[in-house]
């Protein structure tokens, strides 16, 4: 069975500053996805970036973006110029190819210090 | 154009009464899923659903809890007999089609507060 692992609980970061948000996983299959979403205070959940697990390049959305091992099976997110609206919970998720289903992490919640 | 509505967003429920929570989907999307979230924990898979067909149920318990997703109206989920265990966060993703190419998207989650 796939699992998804968030050793850190909790980080903080600086204004400004560069963050990275650590995630591994477990699975045999060879074609998956993954996610990184943001849930705020309002609960609501909120993609961040995906990456397909065919594609050798790092994902990047704005000032966010990934570093992908696929041997490694590490999947760490990386937030540059950290904003206070970044704070938040941050989950990572993993999704087999030709399923629906997601297997989230258990979170790692970022503070951000003005 | 609404996202994934949800409600109530609370939803406080003495022992042993029903639960009621509702999802409607985005408008067009035709395939729903319930993930539940306890407390300090990631969410977890309970059910797929498409317009009156429930595809997989194999993360929902197999007492108590039932889903539904009419021909018209939202999809429901259910909890008969609620315990304090059943406490949590109750989240609605919907997507056109039954794949996750096509992404999710999740409402902002239902709290149930079992006391």
């Known amino acids: 069975a796939q699992t998804v692992t968030q050793s850190q609980p909790e980080m903080s970061v600086q204004e400004a500053e560069t963050v990275t948000l650590s995630c591994t996983y477990d699975?045999?299959?060879?074609?998956?996805?993954l996610f990184w979403y943001k849930q705020p205070p309002s609960r609501q959940m909120i993609l961040v970036i995906r990456?397909?697990?065919?594609?050798?390049q790092n994902a990047t959305e704005n000032r966010f973006s990934v570093n992908f091992q696929k041997a490694a099976k590490s999947f760490s997110l990386k937030i540059s110029d950290s904003q206070l609206g970044d704070a938040a919970m941050y989950f990572c998720?993993?999704?087999?190819?030709?399923?629906?289903?997601?297997?989230f992490g258990t979170g790692t919640r970022l503070k951000v210090l003005a | 154009n609404a996202g994934v509505m949800q409600n109530p967003r609370h939803l406080v429920r003495r022992r042993g009464q029903e639960a009621r929570l509702r999802c409607s989907p985005v408008?067009?999307?035709?395939?729903v899923y319930w993930y539940r979230q306890l407390p300090e924990e990631g969410l977890k898979f309970m059910v797929y659903?498409?317009?009156?067909?429930?595809?997989?149920e194999s993360g929902m318990p197999k007492e108590r809890f039932s889903a539904e997703f009419p021909k018209e109206g939202p999809s429901i989920l259910r909890i008969q007999q609620v315990v304090r265990g059943d406490s949590a966060a109750y989240f609605c993703?919907?997507?056109?089609?039954?794949?996750?190419?096509?992404?999710?998207?999740f409402g902002s989650g239902t709290r149930l507060t079992v006391v």
């Open positions: 993703a919907s997507s056109p089609t039954g794949d996750r190419e096509s992404g999710y998207t």
């Open positions: 699975t045999s299959e060879s074609d998956y996805y």
């Open positions: 990456q397909e697990a065919y594609k050798q």
């Open positions: 998720a993993y999704s087999n190819s030709g399923t629906y289903k997601y297997i």
């Open positions: 408008k067009g999307h035709s395939h």
């Open positions: 659903l498409q317009k009156e067909n429930i595809i997989d």
